[in-house]
């Protein structure tokens, strides 16, 4: 199983940046994703995720109204699109695949409950 995430890099207070992760190695369809994010010295924060179809998203406080979670089963491909980014989004975010199960959406936010992981994009916010 692999998970590539891609599109980080440097923007500016307000910009938008869409991240992207693409799966393999599993069945896509089965799983729930989830994005995560770690500032340096922090810990890892859970972001958001959204359902094995697509048709349920949840967020972290923070990021309500700013981020949205998609995905397309045909590409194997969510994505996070951040939007009015702000200095305190800048972290190295991270996506996930859960499979389907009891824990989800309950525990949603507990990376301890995600099977696999990407190796991370750097995102980075001037201001």
């Known amino acids: 199983v692999q998970l590539q995430a891609f599109g980080g890099g440097l923007v500016q207070t307000g910009g938008s940046l869409r991240l992207s992760c693409a799966a393999s190695?599993?069945?896509?369809?089965?799983?729930?994703m989830g994005w995560f994010r770690q500032a340096p010295g922090k810990g890892r924060e859970s972001v958001g995720t959204i359902s094995w179809s697509g048709g349920r998203t949840y967020y972290v406080d923070s990021v309500k109204g700013r981020f949205t979670i998609s995905r397309d089963n045909a590409k194997n491909t969510v994505y996070l699109q951040m939007n009015s980014l702000k200095p305190e989004d800048t972290a190295v975010y991270y996506c996930a695949a859960k499979r389907q199960g009891d824990s989800w959406p309950a525990l949603w936010g507990a990376p301890s409950t995600y099977d696999y992981w990407g190796q991370g994009t750097q995102v980075t916010v001037s201001s």
């Open positions: 190695g599993l069945t896509f369809s089965s799983y729930h």
